[in-house]
């Protein structure tokens, strides 16, 4: 397993082949993800502790644990913690690339978005 640490939180690869990827994230209290999308992947996001504000599309959804949600090719999203403790989601990646460079930010709270 790896693990790498974010300014929102961090993240483990906990599985990973060819097409797909497997990791835990864990978001912090007040944190969110930069708002992005994907040409080469698709994600199933498993909600699995916390809540907070999941946008698709800018449509905006409370989630909590127990919440799946599905993220097509490029489809917009991001995930806000409006919890009192970590949110915790395990995101299972399918597609032709897992990389960073598959990762375009629209907007992001640390100033690493796409230009």
Known sequence: MYTEQ?????FT???????????????????RLSYQYH???QERWTIVEGEGIFTLNGVDRVVQAGDILS???????RIRNTGKGNLIFVEVQLGESFDESDIF????DYNRAST
């Open 105 to 108: 930010r629209i907007e992001d």
């Open 6 to 10: 974010r300014p929102w939180g961090n």
């Open 13 to 31: 690869i906990l599985y990973e082949t060819h097409n797909m990827k497997v990791k835990q994230i864990i978001v912090h209290v007040g944190q």
């Open 39 to 41: 040409k080469r992947r």
């Open 71 to 77: 993220i097509g090719l490029g489809d917009s999203h």
